[in-house]
């Protein structure tokens, strides 16, 4: 800005210290999440609580917790459910994207605006139809249905047919004319250029799917295929009583995998909210 | 020519392919099917040999007579609204502070989004002890407030939040709104990189003071990103379900006490799930659709009215 809205020392100090503030606030749940994993249950219910572990960091609690439930395997299961989804959300976007963008075909834009349409519906629609729809495919109790009907994003078509659109024109028209086809020029030279629209949709991607919650407590209730967002629930229901510890480090286990990828690459993140706003919703 | 543009054609669908398949298959097939389902008297486990009836209005109008509904509805609306406020209003004064030549701007922005990217469960189980009347933190804050500056005149005290009808829906706020206000300031910092520069060198130059600026182009300006994040996180605030589920969803299936935390979402899983009645969710589920959609087409229209797209 032109003209600063903080004039003079004082008021920056003033701003300073709104802004530590609330990032305390911020940060502060995960700092109690993960100090608590390694406390005794008895020192996380005392009160006053104390801010670090008395007697010592109790590390044994997360090998206890993939000792007395089934997390480690929710955790498998939802990597790999994560991992599906964001392979295909990347696929079926950058075909789509590319055909949206790039070739010209009747019934393009009809689609397209149909496409978009989607996002206007909530999810909660959609719950009890696709919840009949996996009975009826033998789907319910299976990863299947956590993965297969997720590989489609109307809003990665959307990012990628953006990111298509801004590539000159004049690079496929000379791939086309030198023989390539559609589907050469788009592997050979639009792919490659598009590398930073794809790496926002695959961390978005792997956030909406790793932290997905409601369509798998429908449609899993195997324990051995629930993902780990079911986990810490169950979790809860047996020790949330008796052993917070536990619960704590679950949590943290559950919460790790995506502030580890954001803190990598928290660009991709930022961008992609930043461009579109739909991720993570 | 012509050859190339059949060509354009079979590529074209081609790469449409599966994503068309999926639409069809899992969003434009469920979608109508649940309309069907909500005029009739279908339930989950549908015996073999009873055929599903056509019931017309009925489950509509069971809906708006219904106590729990009107509750859940009123819960929604009102969580909906102090939600909305709490996370727009704040994201857009600390975008503007943020967006400011001051150090750490990157830094402060990185860590405001951390709550984004976390779990619900997981952090909303974290929230859960620290709402709690015992042990939690916000209890031990709220009492040294007190004992320090004798708020207990004005009626601060510890309270039971998540135990206590009065009080739940007000961690669900906070949880959610934590979890909002970083996503959201994102936006508007976004928007507020779009704002010509000049714009306030001119104003500073016609000697307009900080509010001036502030009111007459700041917000004005950013009007079309404020209206977009007021749409999506009202759509998103009617939506609400994982939040109150992880804070207070009992053995009972109980909404928190005395199903306070109960939304439009909570209790229309509750009826297709629980209690077997796929119809009367369904029902609720296009109640909520059209809801809404209702919204989004009223916002679009004032829209036109205060926004500017300059």
Known sequence: MAQAFLRNPFEKFLAYLLLCGLGFIMIFPFFYMFISSVKPHAEIVQFPPA????????????????????????????????????????????LAGYAFARIPFPGANTLFSMYLGTLMVPFAVLLVPMYLLMSWLGWVDKLAALIIPWLFSAYGTFLLRQAFLGLPKELEEAALIDGANRWGALFRIYVPLVYPAIATLATISFLYSWNSFTWPLVVISNKELKVVTQGLMDLQALYGGTRLDLVMAGSVMAVMPTLMVYLAAQRYFIEGVASSGMGGR | MNARKLRDIVDGYTMLLPTLVG???????????????????????????VPIKFVGLENFVFAFGNETFQEALYNTLFFSVMAMFFSVVPALLLAVLINEKIRGQSFFRSLYFVPVVASVVGVSLV????????????????????????????GIEPVSWLGNAKYAMTAVIVVFVWKTIGYNMVIFMAGLQGINKQLYEAASIDGANRWQTLTQITIPLLSPTTFFVVITTLISCLQVFDVPYALGWTRGNQAGPADSMLTTVAHLYREGFINNSTSYSSALAWILTLIIFAITVIQFRVSNRWVNYD
């Open chain 2, 23 to 49: 639409v069809l298959a899992f969003f434009a097939f469920p979608l109508l099917y649940s309309l069907y389902l909500a005029f009739t008297d279908a339930k989950l486990l549908q015996p073999a040999d």
């Open chain 1, 51 to 94: 801010l670090l572990p008395q007697a010592s960091w109790l590390w044994s609690n997360y090998a206890e917790v993939l000792k007395i439930v089934p997390i480690g395997t929710q955790l498998l299961n939802s990597a790999m459910v994560t991992v599906c989804v964001t392979l295909g959300w990347v696929i079926t976007s950058v």
């Open chain 2, 127 to 154: 929230w859960k002890f620290l709402f709690n009347k015992d042990f939690g933190w916000i209890n031990l804050v709220i009492e040294w407030l007190r004992d320090t500056f004798y708020l207990d005149v004005i």
